[in-house]
């Protein structure tokens, strides 16, 4: 089968990134064999800085609390590592990706930490009230992805972020899932600490992430242990190294070129199309995925989507027999696997779950074809 045979449904793993963003990058490089190295030297000096400028403003958030990596995992390891959490209960959304809770049971030292559910209600949403009665002063954070990356839910993070809670309590957010298909606005969040990867909605470059740590927090942090010197200072009275206290401590040190590039004109492209028209797309797409799925006899794992992504439970076929259809039909989606959200006892424990997750180059004729292969 030629690659363009391929119907690509899988932008909630990687986003398919634009033809215009590749055409950038290869422009780039032509420039940059043509002149280097001064190119290489003076992009070194700016390119990072102006990518954090634009990402900090499109978040919301000042430019020195924002910080970049190399992946979602990785920053939220730092964070949390940086936090005292030892001996004291933690809040946790039961879509938590798995990744985030295996770091929570490592990090933090002795005592262990109590991990305890965000209450939900009935349909899956987040319990405000009884929420508002699980905070206590021994609660040491609250931990909840924006959107869940196997049913596609969208938290209201908002208001949990309004709920009273003690200041040495960080809301953290995991928007890996939302950044590029939903308003991001760490203000209206109310969080303290946000991660997200630019290799999903985004349709930026793999291996970037980025780290917003609000000023309270970055305060109540212990400085990392082995920081990168893109997190230093230099005190020249005394000739020593010191933590910057502000989220760019986190920065690593080497951050790629080209992936700043290709971030920048990822950016560029999704503020041309704008958020609301890639948000009407996409619901029409997904609600078409949950209306075909219906009249199959199959059950979506929501009442109606609430994001980009459109999850389908097969109850009576094998995870690898649906992964082999799809394949044969030119279709990419995902086959999910619930021991990426351990936490979920709302996901079936038999049959295949299948993500259908589209973005702006896909069309009506797409979704009827990831349904047909699945009929």
């Excluded at 363009?4 to 986003?15: E, I, P, Q, R």
């Excluded at 730092?78 to 770091?103: H, K, T």
Aim: a negative charge; proline letters at 7%; aromatic letters at 4%.
């Amino acid at each position: 089968m030629q690659p363009s045979d391929l119907c690509y449904l899988n932008n909630a793993s990687v986003g398919l990134q634009s033809p215009a963003v590749s055409a950038r990058l290869r422009d780039w490089l032509e420039a940059e064999m043509a002149v280097y190295p001064r190119q290489r030297l003076e992009s070194a000096i700016w390119d990072l800085q102006a990518t954090r400028t634009r990402l900090a403003g499109w978040i919301g958030a000042p430019e020195p609390q924002v910080a970049f990596g190399a992946s979602t995992s990785q920053l939220m390891g730092q964070v949390m590592g940086s936090l005292d959490l030892a001996g004291r209960r933690l809040l946790v959304a039961p879509g938590e990706w798995a990744s985030n809770i295996v770091m929570l049971r490592r990090l933090g030292g002795e005592p262990p930490r109590h991990i305890e559910l965000l209450a939900t209600d009935a349909d899956g949403r987040f319990d405000m009230a009884a929420i508002a009665n699980q905070i206590g002063e021994d609660v040491a954070a609250i931990l909840t992805p924006l959107v869940t990356s196997i049913e596609g839910r969208r938290y209201d993070v908002e208001a949990l972020g309004n709920l009273p809670r003690p200041s040495h309590c960080p809301l953290i957010v995991d928007a890996a899932q939302g950044l590029g298909q939903t308003e991001v606005d760490v203000r209206r969040l109310g969080c303290d600490v946000l991660v997200a990867t630019t290799r999903k909605w985004l349709r930026g470059p793999r291996g970037m992430a980025l780290l917003y740590v609000s000023q309270p927090a970055v305060a109540m942090m212990h400085p990392n242990p082995a920081p990168e010197l893109a997190g230093l200072r230099l005190d020249r009275e005394t000739q020593r190294f010191l933590d910057l206290p502000q989220a760019r401590r986190f920065d690593a040190s080497d951050v790629s070129i080209m992936n700043q590039v290709a971030l920048t004109a990822a950016i560029n492209e999704l503020q041309q199309i704008t958020l609301e028209a890639l948000r009407e797309h996409l619901t029409t797409l997904t609600e078409r995925v949950y209306e075909l799925a219906r009249e199959r006899g199959f059950r979506p794992l929501l009442q109606r989507p609430e994001s980009g992504i459109a999850t389908i439970h097969l109850p009576d076929a094998a995870p690898l027999q649906i992964h082999q259809k799809l394949d044969a039909a030119g279709i990419v989606a995902k086959v999910c696997d619930t021991a990426a959200e351990p936490l979920n006892v709302r996901l079936p424990t038999a049959g295949a779950l299948v993500r259908i997750s589209p973005h702006w180059h896909n069309t009506k004729e797409d979704i009827d074809r990831a349904m047909a292969a699945l009929r």
